[in-house]
Each structure stands twice: as C-alpha cells, then as structure tokens.
C-alpha cells in the first residue's frame, strides 16, 4: 500500500509541472475557439458592409421619391412622376460600383387626400461561405414616400376689378377642373349648376354647389400676364376710315395664312377653315363659327382689337390649339387690354381649345347644352370675369405633359420642391 502510495505521489510530482505550464492550453484553447473568432470577425465584416449598403440603398429611394413628387402636379395619372423616380434610381444604382441586385417598385399612393409616390427597392447581395450565412444571401431593403410641395396648377383665374365682374353660373352649367384650381379674385356665384375642382377658393365670398368646400378670403392673385403688351405687338391696322366687311365662307375648305383679318370673318354652312400656323389679329371685325361650320388651327393664337371678340354658335365645330414658341407660347386666344366685350362660346361642338384663353378686361361667356374643351389636354382661362348659364359642361383638363404647347410662366403647374412622408 505504501507502495502505491509513492508511486502515486511521485505522479503527481511529474505532473505538477505541466499543470503550472498553460503553452499547451492556448494551443489547444486557440486551436478550438480560432476558427470561431475567425467565423465572427468575417461576419462582422459583412454585417458592416451589408449595413452601408442599406443605408446607401435607403438614401437613393429617398432620392428618388424626391425626385419624382414635384410631377405629380403636372400630369393626372402620375406617369410622369414614376419615370422621373425611376430614371434617378436607374442613374444612382450605375454610379455605385458593386452595386447590389435590385428590384423597384414606383406606385402612386393617397395619403391623407393627397397623392404621393411610393418608392420600393429590394436589394439582394450574397453572403460568405457560398450563401449559406444568412442562407440565401443578404436581403435588404429601401423605402419611401414623398409628396409634391408645389401648390395646386392655376387653370381659371377670374381677375374681378371694377365692374365687380365674378364667377358666375346659373340654370345647369358645370365646371369640372379634377386637377387644377379654379380662383376668383371676388365672388364665385353657384346658382343651380355646379363646380368640382382639385381646389376652389375666392377673395371675397362662394356660394352654392362647390365641391371640396371652397375657400374663402384667399390672397389676390394678379394677372400673370401684366408684361404682355399686345397693343404694340400688333401689326399695322387696317385701313384707317375704309368700311369694312367680314369674309363670308359658306363652303368649302379655306386655308388662312397668319396675320391681318381686317373686317372679321363669318363661318357658316358647310365651310371648314383651316388656320395655319402663327399670329391671327382680327380688326375691326368679329370671328362668328355658326351653323356647321368648322374651325381648326395648330399653333395658332388668335387675338382681337377692341373692336373685334368670337362667337362660337350652333353645332360649330371648334379645334384650335396653342403656339408652341415664340412670344405667345402657350396661348391659343387673348383680347387686348382695352377689350370689354363678352366673348361667347355657344357651339355644341367646341371639343378642343388647348392653351390660355386670355380676356384681361372681358367677360368669356359659355351657353349651350354640351360639352366645352372635352378633349383638350389642358386649358387655362384668365378673364376678368366668367359666366356659365343654361347646361354647358366646361371641361378644363391639366393633362401638361401630353402635348408640345407649354405652359406659360403664372399658370399651370406652380412647383415648389417636394417632401418626404414618414
């Protein structure tokens, strides 16, 4: 026994030493948690580089919704602002080099009654050890919602002034402006007809069926086209003291070349004119489209001394479109300054009047049964003041970016930047 005794103590002293002795212990210790601390520090690393590229990815979907609300006041459906987000992520995505895989998505959402666009991009890189930590690779995403700043497109502007011309609709006339603003620097007058807008407010005081609810005690807002001198822009007058007589078509096709109508022009019957391109100044005579007749003119501007206005009548045909250049871009009929007369639209058939129709000192009215401007992209009406009676439906369309006759400056889509939505 006490021989066991020695051998085992003697053991104990051999092995004390290495006990004492922790090289072997970090080896081993390295050579079990190595491979671990390794592992982690790889994943650490893609973690982090998976970390910036969501950030990265979140800041261009931030972009790119801020790129594309300011659109969202220039055209109904929301096209244009989906493609002006997209091309901006398409461009970021190809200035980041080892860009992640991705998918957008470009949606044009309601918040609160107000539309926004909705920006969704899914990116996607791989992950070390073949995809297998996360399983599948990484999948991250960037997210976001921005709405327009600018104020609602002006598209009839009823100056008001001495006179205390207004807004005014009797019997069953209609306005509809689903995406534009209809503003009257005094009364707008509902009696029996109604109006619908994306927005409809008035200096003064609104009455009768308006719909959303119209606004009370705006700010003025001026003419936007003080600067346009249209007495010196016209060209010489027509002879001064000679009597004159309008041009009386009854048949046929008649082709007019821009410049000097002295006398007016009479369209009747089954007479189709046709105008061409550019300035048309009536003097000293009105423009009448009666009876079945037809009116038609690409970029065009028609405008009328103070002796002279239009009256569009019968089951008249009217399409005229704006000039697309020049001085009077974007206007497709205007009265100079000291113009009182009330021009009247009347015809059943009047389905296109694209541009501004400019009466800084007249009255537009507009009678009849049917529609008005049905088919024009968009129309803008700046009058002193504005009269629907009987059943006619003014149709006034803010479509922008849909034809080459712009917008002037003062109408239209008024931008002012954009903002995300939390």
């Given at each position: ?5 020695r051998?085992?103590t003697g053991l104990?002293?051999r092995l004390?030493?290495?006990r ?13 948690v190595g ?7 790889v994943g650490?690393?893609?973690?982090f580089a998976v ?5 990265r990815?979140?800041g261009?979907a931030d972009?790119g ?15 244009a602002a989906k493609?002006?987000a997209?091309?901006f992520?398409?461009g970021a995505?190809s ?5 992640p895989?991705?998918?957008g998505?470009?949606e044009?959402?309601?918040?609160g ?7 969704l ?5 791989p992950?070390?050890?073949a995809n297998?930590l996360?399983?599948g690779g990484w999948n ?15 598209c009839v502007?009823?100056?008001?002034g001495a006179g205390a011309?207004?807004?005014s609709?009797k019997d069953d006339?209609?306005?509809?402006a689903?995406?534009?603003?209809v ?29 959303p609810?119209?606004?009370t005690g705006a700010?003025?807002i ?5 600067e ?6 016209a060209p010489?007058?027509c002879?001064?003291?000679a009597?004159?007589q309008?041009l009386?078509?009854?048949v046929g096709?008649t082709?007019?070349?821009?410049g ?5 022009l ?5 007479a ?5 391109p ?10 009448t489209?009666?009876?079945g ?9 028609l405008f009328?001394?103070?002796?002279s206005k239009?009256?569009?009548?019968d089951t008249?045909?009217?399409r ?12 497709v009929m205007?009265s100079?300054?000291?113009n009182r007369?009330?021009f009247i639209i009347?015809?059943?058939n009047v389905?296109?009047l694209l541009?501004?129709i400019y ?10 049964t ?14 002193k003041g504005l009269?629907?009676?009987g059943a006619?439906s003014?149709f ?8 080459t006759v ?6 239209g889509?008024?931008?002012?930047g ?5």
């Amino acid at each position: 026994m006490k021989a066991v005794k020695r051998i085992l103590t003697g053991l104990r002293a051999r092995l004390s030493p290495l006990r004492s002795d922790t090289r072997g212990n970090i080896a081993l210790g390295f050579a079990l948690v190595g491979p671990a601390v390794i592992l982690l520090g790889v994943g650490a690393v893609d973690l982090f580089a998976v970390h910036t590229a969501q950030g990265r990815l979140q800041g261009i979907a931030d972009a790119g919704a801020l790129a594309g609300a300011p659109a969202l006041a220039l055209a109904t459906d929301g096209a244009a602002a989906k493609e002006r987000a997209a091309s901006f992520v398409v461009g970021a995505m190809s200035a980041w080099p080892e860009a992640p895989g991705y998918e957008g998505d470009y949606e044009i959402v309601d918040q609160g009654g107000q539309r926004a666009i909705h920006v969704l991009l899914r990116g996607h890189r791989p992950s070390f050890f073949a995809n297998l930590l996360p399983p599948g690779g990484w999948n991250f995403v960037g997210d976001a919602t921005a709405t327009s700043l600018g104020l609602v497109p002006l598209c009839v502007l009823v100056t008001g002034g001495a006179g205390a011309q207004v807004l005014s609709i009797k019997d069953d006339g209609r306005i509809a402006a689903p995406a534009c603003m209809v503003h009257s620097n005094r009364d707008i007058l509902v009696e029996g007809g109604s109006i619908t807008a994306a927005a409809v407010q008035a200096v003064t005081s609104a009455s009768g069926s308006i719909s959303p609810s119209p606004g009370t005690g705006a700010a003025r807002i001026d003419d936007p086209f003080t600067e346009l001198d249209l007495d010196r822009s016209a060209p010489p007058g027509c002879e001064v003291g000679a009597v004159l007589q309008p041009l009386k078509l009854a048949v046929g096709v008649t082709r007019l070349s821009p410049g000097v109508h002295c006398g007016g022009l009479d369209i009747s019957g089954s007479a189709t004119v046709v105008l061409e391109p550019g300035e048309h100044w009536f003097l000293r005579g009105h423009l009448t489209v009666r009876e079945g007749a037809r009116l038609q003119g690409d970029d065009v501007v028609l405008f009328f001394d103070t002796a002279s206005k239009f009256e569009f009548r019968d089951t008249a045909l009217v399409r005229l479109s704006g000039r697309t250049g020049g001085a009077y871009a974007g206007i497709v009929m205007g009265s100079m300054r000291e113009n009182r007369q009330n021009f009247i639209i009347s015809s059943d058939n009047v389905d296109s009047l694209l541009g501004v129709i400019y009466v800084p000192n007249a009255q537009l009215v507009i009678e009849g049964t049917a529609d008005v401007a049905r088919d024009s992209a968009w129309t803008v009406i700046v009058a002193k003041g504005l009269q629907l009676r009987g059943a006619p439906s003014l149709f006034v369309n803010a479509n922008y970016n849909s034809t080459t006759v712009p917008v002037p400056e003062g109408v239209g889509p008024r931008t002012g930047g954009a903002r995300l939505i939390d």
